[in-house]
C-alpha cells in the first residue's frame, strides 16, 4: 500500500516506489498513445494559480479545445455545424428500419446536441467574459427550441415506436439498449407527441408557459425584499445595507448572534410578495394540468418514473417514517437550544425559526473546539487533491495527472484539468477544475457535464469531459491554498460526481454517469463525504503544511462527534421541505393557498410554529429544479449510508469492494434501474424501513471513535 505523498519524502522507499509506479503507468500510456504532458495532481495546487500553457506553436485553441470557441461568435458556428448534423440524424432516423441501430442514431443526435448545450450551459454562468456569456445563453435557448421540436416531431417518435411496439424486436434489445429506448421514448410522451394534434399542441402551450414561470420564479427567490429604515432600530439596521431612506434585506443572516438581527431579516426576506406568490401557484397549477394532460394523476407521478422510489406514495412512506423515527430526538435537540438560548438571552427564550443555525452552530463550538482555523493548516488543497489521488488508486486502480492546456482552452487562468487515469485501461477522461473565487463567478459548488461518454459507431469511446466548480479562496503570497473541513468535505463531495462521470462507462451518452435519476445521482458523491470523515482516509494526506505535523487524532473525532451536534433537527428540517415538495406536486388543485399548506406542513413535520405573515415557500429555489423530487438528498444519503456501512466501514481501501462498487454501481450510469445497481452493490434488496434506519443510526455511530478505539 502506497503512503501520501506528504509522507513520501525524497530518498525514501516509499516515494521511490510511487516514481517508479507513475513511470510505468507513463510507460503504458505512450505505448497506447496517450498524451504524455501530465504532472503531478498536488504541485498543480500546491502553489499560488498560475496557468501552464502549451504552446502548440502559436495556434490558439477554443474553450476545452473545441476549435470553434475561440471566440464567443463560434458558438453560432458550433450550433450550426450541430443542427446541420442533426438535421442529417433524424432523416437516418426516420429511414433507418427498427432495430438497435434506432438507438444508436438516436443517441448520436441527443450527443450532437448535448455537446453544443451542455458546454454552453456552463459557458454562460461562469465564463467571467460578459460575451461569451451571452453568446452560449443564446445558444443554449437555440438549442433548446430544437429540442423541443424533435420531442414533438411525429415522424421521428413513430421511428422509435415501431421499434417498442414489435415485441420480438424489442426483446432482442438487450437491457441498457431497451432501457436507453424507453427514456428516450418518455421523452416524448412527456411532450405530449402520442396525443391528438390539439392537445399536443396544449401540451407545447404548458411546456413554454413552465419554462418561463420557472425562470421567473427562481429569478424571483432571490430578490431582497426592503423595509423604510426608520422602522427598524439603528443597532438592528446597522447589520443590513442601506439605501436612501430604506434597508434592504438579501438573506436570513441565520449566523448573526443578535436574536433581533435574526428575527428581523427572517420576517422581512420572507415577506410574501404577491407577484412571487402568484408565479408559484401558476407555475404549480400549469405542471399539474401538464402531468395530466400527458396521462399521470399528478405532477409528483410523473417525475418519479424510474427513480429509486418510483411513486410519491412510497415517498411519502419513506419521509412519515423518517420523520417517526426523529421526533424525539428532534425534540431533544429542540431542547438543547431552548437551553442555550436561554443561558444567552434570557428575556426571551422562546425557540423560533430563525435560532436553529445559529444556536446548534453555538453547541457545536461549544461543546468540540471546532474552530476552522484550527484544522485549516492541516488541509491545504494540493494534499487534500493528493489524498483523492491516493484513495482512488487503492480502491479504483485510478490516478490523476495535471495536464497542460493550450492557450484558449479554459477561460480562466487558475483553472487545472486533470486527466483520470486507469492503471490497466490507460485515459479515462478529463476534469477541468475551476476551483477558486473570482468576481461574478457564482457561489456554488457544482459539477457539470460538458462531454458525455459514449461507445461510437467505430467502436471507439468517447472520452467524458466534465468540469468541477468550488470557490476556495485564493492563496495568500506564497502561502497555499488552504481548505476549512467543510471545504474540504465539498472538495470530496464534487470529485463523486465526477468520478462517477469517468467510471460510467455506458454505450449511449444518454445515460452516461450522472445522467441517472436524482435520487441515485447524488449517492457517489455522499459517499465521498464518508470517506472525508473517516480518520484512516484524512490520515493518509492531513499534513500541517509548515510542520509537516500529522492531523491529531482527537481532531478529527471531535469534528465527527460535532457532526452529529442537532443533527436530528436539521434532517427534520430536510423531511420538512421534501413532504412540502410532494404535497405542492401530488393531489392538489390548489384550493388553498401555497402558504397554507406551507403552514400546516410545517407545522406536522417540524414542530417550529409558523411565523404569520412569512412564505419561506417564495425562497425555496429548489421547486424548479427539484419539483418533486426534493427529496431525493435524503434517499441517496440513506443509500450512501447503506453502502459505507457494508462495504467500506471495515476497510476504505478495500480494492475488492472498490471493484465492485465501480461494476455494480458507478459503470451503468442511469443505464439500469437504479435499485438493481443498490441491490448488485449490497447484495440484498433493501427496503423503507432499511433506509430510515440507515439515516437514523447515523446519528448515534460514531464511526471514527469505533476505529480509534479499536486500534
Avoid at 494559480?49 to 461568435?73: K, N
Avoid at 492541516?378 to 494534499?383: I, P
Avoid at 471545504?487 to 454505450?507: Q, V
Avoid at 457517489?524 to 463525504?529: K, V
Wanted: glycine share 6%.
Amino acid at each position: 500500500m502506497l503512503c501520501a505523498p506528504r509522507l513520501c519524502g525524497a530518498g525514501t522507499a516509499a516515494s521511490q516506489l510511487l516514481r517508479a509506479w507513475r513511470g510505468c503507468l507513463l510507460a503504458a500510456c505512450r505505448a497506447r498513445g496517450v498524451s504524455t504532458s501530465w504532472f503531478p495532481v498536488g504541485a498543480a495546487f500546491s502553489v499560488k494559480p498560475q496557468g501552464r500553457r502549451l504552446d502548440l506553436f502559436g495556434e490558439r485553441l477554443g474553450l476545452f479545445g473545441v476549435p470553434e470557441l475561440s471566440a464567443p461568435e463560434g458558438f453560432r458556428v458550433a450550433q450550426e455545424k450541430a443542427l446541420r448534423k442533426t438535421e442529417l440524424l433524424v432523416e437516418r432516423a426516420c429511414r433507418t428500419p427498427p432495430g438497435p441501430l434506432t438507438v444508436l442514431i438516436f443517441d448520436e443526435l441527443s450527443d450532437s446536441l448535448c455537446r453544443v448545450a451542455d458546454l454552453a450551459d456552463f459557458v454562460k454562468i461562469a465564463h467571467p467574459d460578459a460575451a461569451f456569456r451571452e453568446a452560449a445563453d443564446e445558444a443554449c435557448r437555440s438549442i433548446g427550441t430544437v429540442v423541443e421540436k424533435l420531442n414533438t416531431n411525429v415522424e421521428l417518435y413513430q421511428s422509435l415506436q415501431k421499434l417498442l411496439a414489435d415485441k420480438k424486436l424489442e426483446e432482442s434489445l438487450d437491457p441498457e439498449t431497451r432501457r436507453v429506448a424507453e427514456l428516450f421514448m418518455f421523452d416524448f410522451e412527456i411532450s405530449g407527441i402520442h396525443l391528438d394534434k390539439e392537445k399536443r399542441e396544449r401540451a407545447v402551450d404548458l411546456n413554454v408557459k413552465i419554462l418561463d414561470l420557472s425562470s421567473m420564479f427562481l429569478m424571483g427567490t432571490n430578490v431582497p425584499n426592503k423595509i423604510g429604515k426608520q422602522l427598524l432600530p439603528e443597532h438592528i439596521r446597522r447589520h443590513f445595507i442601506t439605501y436612501g431612506e430604506h434597508v434592504v434585506i438579501d438573506g436570513l443572516h441565520a449566523e448573526v448572534p443578535d436574536d433581533q438581527v435574526r428575527e428581523a431579516a427572517y420576517k422581512i426576506f420572507l415577506y410574501p410578495n404577491a407577484d412571487q406568490l402568484n408565479c408559484l401557484e401558476e407555475l404549480l397549477r400549469n405542471r399539474d394540468l401538464l402531468a395530466k394532460l400527458v396521462g399521470y394523476s399528478t405532477f409528483s407521478h410523473r417525475a418519479l418514473q424510474g427513480t429509486i422510489a418510483g411513486t410519491p406514495e412510497t415517498v411519502m412512506q419513506f419521509l412519515e417514517k423518517l420523520s417517526d423515527k426523529l421526533s424525539e430526538r428532534t425534540l431533544n435537540d429542540f431542547e438543547m437550544m431552548r437551553g442555550m438560548k436561554m443561558k444567552l438571552n434570557p428575556q426571551n427564550a422562546e425557540l423560533m425559526p430563525w435560532d436553529p443555525p445559529y444556536y446548534s452552530g453555538v453547541l457545536r463550538a461549544e461543546r468540540y473546539n471546532i474552530e476552522p482555523s484550527l484544522y485549516c493548516p492541516f488541509f491545504s488543497l494540493s494534499a487534500c487533491m493528493e489524498g483523492l489521488n491516493v484513495l482512488f488508486n487503492q480502491l479504483l486502480g485510478i490516478s490523476l495527472y495535471a495536464e497542460q492546456t493550450a492557450k484558449g482552452e479554459v477561460w480562466c487562468d487558475d483553472v487545472r484539468k486533470l486527466a483520470v487515469v486507469h492503471e490497466a485501461e490507460g485515459l479515462l477522461g478529463y476534469i477541468y477544475c475551476d476551483f477558486f473565487q473570482r468576481a461574478g463567478k457564482p457561489h456554488q459548488d457544482c459539477h457539470f457535464t460538458i462531454r458525455g461518454g459514449r461507445l461510437t459507431e467505430n467502436g471507439d469511446y468517447q472520452l467524458p469531459v466534465v468540469v468541477l466548480m468550488l470557490n476556495l479562496p485564493q492563496s495568500a503570497g506564497s502561502s497555499p491554498t488552504l481548505l476549512t473541513p467543510g471545504m474540504m468535505e465539498n472538495l470530496f463531495h464534487e470529485m463523486g460526481h465526477a468520478m462517477h462521470s469517468m467510471l460510467g462507462r455506458t454505450r449511449y451518452q444518454h445515460v452516461t454517469g450522472t445522467r441517472c435519476p436524482t435520487d441515485f445521482a447524488e449517492v457517489p458523491s455522499i459517499l465521498m463525504e464518508y470517506f472525508a470523515s473517516d480518520y484512516r482516509v484524512v490520515n493518509q494526506f492531513a499534513r500541517h503544511y509548515q510542520t509537516g505535523q500529522p492531523l491529531p487524532k482527537n481532531m478529527v473525532s471531535r469534528l465527527c462527534e460535532s457532526k452529529k451536534v442537532c443533527a436530528a433537527a436539521d434532517m427534520q428540517l430536510q423531511v420538512f421541505y421534501a413532504t412540502l415538495d410532494q404535497i405542492y406536486h401530488g393531489q392538489h388543485p390548489l384550493r388553498r393557498s401555497t402558504t397554507d399548506i406551507l403552514k400546516e406542513t410545517q407545522e406536522k413535520f417540524y414542530g417550529l410554529p409558523y411565523v404569520p405573515n412569512t412564505a419561506w415557500q417564495l425562497r425555496f429555489s429548489h421547486l424548479v429544479g427539484y419539483g418533486a423530487k426534493y427529496y431525493s438528498y435524503l434517499m441517496s444519503r440513506a443509500v450512501a449510508s447503506m453502502v459505507w456501512k457494508e462495504c467500506f466501514l471495515q476497510d476504505p481501501f478495500n480494492r475488492a469492494m472498490g471493484e465492485r462498487y465501480r461494476r455494480e454501481m458507478l459503470a451503468h450510469g442511469g443505464g439500469k434501474e437504479p435499485m438493481l445497481m443498490i441491490q448488485g452493490m449490497l447484495q440484498k434488496c433493501p427496503s423503507i424501513d432499511d433506509f430510515v434506519g440507515a439515516l437514523v443510526s447515523d446519528l448515534d455511530l460514531d464511526f471514527e471513535t469505533f476505529f480509534m478505539d479499536s486500534e
